[in-house]
């Protein structure tokens, strides 16, 4: 799947399962309000099933989000370790001798998974606004 593609994906259901948030607590109230105040069953389980359509579309948009970001932030990592991998083999010997060997694998190993957890994690709409795990 294209990057670009893939990520206007993920900002689609991240953008979809946020607003359903948001009728949860006033569903809540009505099944308090409506039917465990009045002892109506039937708003009981009209709201509840409610509820549940709301929080399985929620879960279906996260999944979904997830998969996309964990996808994406992988190709992205294999593509990012190629390329460094590719300019690694044009070194000259003098500059290879400059590099140690366990700095060269730090890069291509500890320095890109790191930026795939970025690139995964940064995805989070807490982690951007609010900068923390």
């Known amino acids: 799947m294209n990057t670009k593609k893939a990520l206007y994906l993920q900002f689609c259901f991240l953008s979809w ?3 359903l948030k948001l009728p949860s607590p006033l569903c809540m109230a009505k099944v308090i309000d409506e ?6 069953m039937n708003a009981v389980w009209k709201y509840g099933i409610i509820l549940l359509v709301f ?6 948009t996260g999944v979904l989000s ?3 970001a964990a996808r994406t932030s992988v190709g992205f990592c294999a593509n990012l370790r190629q390329d460094i991998y590719d300019n690694v083999q044009t070194f000259a010997f003098s500059n290879i001798d400059k590099f140690s060997t366990a700095s060269i694998v730090t890069r291509l ?3 890109v998974t790191n930026i795939q ?3 995964y994690h940064g995805s989070s709409e807490k982690r951007i606004i609010f900068g923390y795990n």
């Open 117 to 119: 957890n970025l690139r």
């Open 17 to 19: 399962k946020q607003p």
């Open 66 to 68: 997830a998969h996309i």
């Open 109 to 111: 190993t500890t320095d």
């Open 35 to 40: 039917g465990i105040d009045f002892g109506n």
């Open 55 to 60: 929080a399985l579309f929620q879960l279906i």
